[in-house]
C-alpha cells in the first residue's frame, strides 16, 4: 500500500511541477476530444439500427458478414 501512495505521490508532484507539459496535455486531451467524440457524430453512423428494427435481425446481419467466405 506504500508502495502505491508513493508512486501516486511521485506523478502528482511531477504533474505540479509542469509548464510545458500542461499544455501538451491539454492539447492531447483535446485531440482525443476531437477524434472519438465529434468526427464519431460526423463520420461513424449507426449502421445496424439504422437497416434493421429487432436485435434479432442485427444479429443475423453480423453473424452471416462475420462468417461469409470472400
Known amino acids: ?7 501516486f505521490q511521485f506523478y502528482k508532484e511531477g504533474f505540479q511541477s509542469m509548464t ?7 492539447i492531447i486531451g483535446i485531440k482525443l476530444i476531437v477524434m472519438f467524440a ?9 449502421f445496424l439500427s ?4 429487432t ?3 442485427k444479429s443475423e446481419y ?3 458478414q462475420l462468417t461469409k467466405v470472400k
Open 50 to 53: 439504422e437497416h434493421f428494427n
Open 62 to 64: 453480423v453473424i452471416d
Open 38 to 46: 465529434i468526427l464519431k457524430l460526423f463520420f461513424f453512423r449507426n
Open 20 to 26: 510545458i507539459g500542461k499544455k501538451l496535455w491539454l
Open 55 to 57: 436485435s434479432e435481425q
Open 1 to 7: 500500500m506504500k508502495t502505491l501512495v508513493n508512486i
